[in-house]
């Protein structure tokens, strides 16, 4: 991985310029490459949050839907036979 520096370039570096671009061009594709692999790493983070919500937000519905079951009585139903 090229680390771009301001010492890295030499101080004549103007009197053979395209090694200076193609040094630079290298360090702008390796950050690139490493640009689109965290993007790759926050559309996956994206994906499991969103999964988690949607998760979250179903049990919250399903605990609402007990505790109104357990309020009006309905949630616990009494069997009359004796089990053994």
């Not at 570096?13 to 360090?27: D, E, F, I, K």
């Not at 994206?46 to 999964?51: A, K, L, Q, R, Y």
Request: proline residues 4%; glycine residues 4%; aromatic residues 8%.
């Amino acid at each position: 991985m090229n680390i771009i520096r301001p010492d890295s370039l030499h101080c004549l570096w103007w009197l053979n310029p395209w090694s200076t671009v193609r040094y630079l061009h290298a360090a702008a594709t390796a950050l690139k490459a490493y640009a689109d692999g965290l993007d790759a790493a926050i559309e996956l983070q994206d994906g499991i949050i969103s999964e988690q919500f949607a998760e979250i937000t179903a049990l919250k519905l399903r605990i609402e839907d007990m505790n109104d079951a357990i309020i009006s009585g309905t949630a616990i139903t009494p069997d009359a036979c004796i089990h053994e």
